[in-house]
């Protein structure tokens, strides 16, 4: 019994955080801020990125779920380090128009030139 309640709280909490919880971005020439909130998330942590390790940002489609057999698609917004490392900025965007706009607007204050991605919607 108490393993059920367990899994039904949280997913209870989880169902809340999801209803509640907004994604905010916050760009400065040093860094990029990702935050979650306000119902905390271990899963969903508050990402700090330096503008300057920054390569190129774009948006990517991706399979969300699947409606009686058939796959529904969002999009996500992501970025491609110095590193080589690729980051999710956002996800669940409904049209890529709107991970678009935000790369663009990004791109531009950080002085970023737009290049192909692999996986990249144009």
Same mark, same amino acid.
């Given at each position: 019994?108490? +393993? ?14 999801? +209803? ?7 760009? =400065?020439?040093?860094? #990029? +801020?990702? $935050?979650?909130?306000? #119902?905390?998330?271990? @899963?969903? !942590? =508050?990402?700090?990125?330096?503008? =300057?390790?920054? !390569?190129? +940002? ?8 699947? =409606?009686?057999?058939?796959? @529904?698609?969002? @999009? ?26 935000? $790369?663009?607007? #990004?791109?531009? @204050? ?6 192909? $991605? !692999?996986?990249?919607?144009?």
């Amino acid at each position: 019994l108490s +393993l059920h309640l367990l899994v039904g709280g949280s997913l209870i909490y989880w169902h809340i955080a999801c +209803l509640l919880n907004k994604t905010t971005l916050q760009i =400065t020439p040093q860094y #990029i +801020l990702i $935050e979650h909130g306000p #119902i905390p998330v271990p @899963f969903m !942590r =508050t990402q700090q990125i330096s503008a =300057t390790a920054i !390569r190129q +940002l774009y948006v990517e489609e991706y399979v969300a779920g699947h =409606t009686n057999g058939n796959p @529904f698609y969002r @999009f996500a917004l992501k970025i491609r380090l110095a590193s080589g490392q690729r980051e999710q900025l956002l996800k669940n965007l409904r049209n890529a128009d709107e991970g678009l706009y935000v $790369e663009q607007q #990004i791109e531009r @204050f950080l002085k970023i030139e737009d290049m192909a $991605e !692999r996986g990249e919607i144009a």
